[in-house]
């Protein structure tokens, strides 16, 4: 067959085949695919972590402090509930501690008190209206 009866694809895959230029794009490929099979998944990596005596120390540490944070957290939460229990049972002797005072209640039941200091904040709030009403701001000392 004549060299001008070749079609011209036949010319190219053969000037490539012949020039040696498929040598790095094979090496390239199989570089790629070695890559590939070297990759660890996401799975296989969490659980080499997991078996890791440090992220298990970390792990518990870490457990440790969530505990002293929560028993934290619910003993701030008490000491607030004092501080506005104490608001609350305060002789009112002002308009502006009585205002206070019902901001106290008020966050003192969003808090989850109950009980006697319900009661007052009850009452505080009723007094108040009271006194609007009758526009009485005198206050017994």
């Known amino acids: 067959m004549p060299v001008d009866d070749l079609p011209v694809w036949a010319v190219m895959l053969s000037a490539l085949l012949g020039s040696g230029a498929t040598a790095p794009i094979t ?8 890559r590939r099979e070297r990759t660890i998944t996401r799975e296989e990596l969490d659980a080499a972590l997991a078996d890791s005596a440090t992220i298990r120390d970390l792990q518990s ?6 505990e002293r944070l929560e028993s934290s957290e619910r003993d701030r939460r008490h000491l607030r509930l004092d501080v506005l229990r104490l608001d609350l049972f305060a002789h009112t002797r002002s308009r502006t501690q009585h205002e206070r005072q019902l901001e106290a209640g008020k966050e003192y039941i969003d808090l989850g008190g109950n009980g006697y200091g319900h009661a007052r904040y009850e009452a505080l709030k009723t007094d108040y209206v009271r006194r609007e009403t009758a526009c009485d701001w005198e206050y017994q000392q």
């Open 27 to 34: 090496a390239w490929l199989l570089r790629r695919f070695d």
């Open 61 to 66: 540490k870490l457990d440790r402090d969530y």
